[in-house]
């Protein structure tokens, strides 16, 4: 039985190492978080995506994921996608955390049992990404992934307890993140590839 769908969003990438193409390195770190999400447990995998950037989409889904086009790349467009193909439970996350632990997705889809919407900060500021019950709430504004914050998101709530803080992660978003990346730590192969 599936339980929730999990989105990886194919938002824009400003950044890349040195000497390597944009488009190439966007597209490693999306195909390592497809592939980390796909096998988990219960769970319907999609991939949000601009029109621009559904031949990325094919390219990197499985046979079971759904791909999602949305008029923007956004958590919320992300969000109310999975609503119109019949979830009640969905997350998202952005593209460009390919090393992301799959107990994370859990620990951000856990707290929908008792709260309205969960999100999760990325390091160094913005969103790693973000869970809500479907369909969406009213009150829930628009989440920015580089500046949003669980503040942003429960301002508008009813109740500040309806939006959860979820455990975030870093995502790849300048030199400094690849620090963060640790090599033995299972997955992330393609961005691993173009980094050695």
């Known amino acids: ?14 950044w ?22 796909t096998p988990l447990p219960r769970v ?3 991939i949000a995506a601009v029109a621009a950037d559904l031949p990325l989409a094919a390219k990197i ?5 759904r791909i999602y086009e949305v008029e923007a790349p956004t958590i919320r467009a992300a969000l109310a996608a ?3 193909d019949g979830h009640d439970k969905a997350a998202v996350v952005l593209a460009d955390a390919p090393d992301l632990p799959s107990m994370l997705i859990g620990k951000l889809l856990r707290p929908l049992s008792t709260r309205a919407v969960a999100i999760a900060p990325a390091h160094d500021g913005g969103l790693l990404g973000a869970a809500a019950r479907l369909p969406l709430p009213e009150w829930l504004p628009e989440l920015d992934a580089e500046t949003g914050d ?3 998101a429960r301002r508008p709530a009813p109740e500040p307890t309806l939006v959860a803080a979820a ?3 870093h995502r790849l978003r300048g030199p400094s993140d690849l620090r ?9 192969e393609a961005t691993r590839a173009i980094l050695t």
């Open 82 to 84: 999975a609503a119109a």
């Open 1 to 14: 039985m599936t339980v929730a769908a999990v989105v990886a969003l194919l938002a824009p990438v400003a």
């Open 167 to 169: 455990p975030g992660w």
């Open 16 to 37: 890349s190492p040195p000497g390597t193409d944009l488009d190439s390195w966007r597209a490693a770190m999306a195909e390592d978080l497809v592939d980390l999400l």
């Open 61 to 65: 889904a499985w046979p079971t994921t």
């Open 44 to 46: 319907q995998t999609a």
């Open 150 to 152: 669980v503040v942003t």
């Open 180 to 188: 963060r990346l640790d090599p033995a730590l299972d997955g992330w």
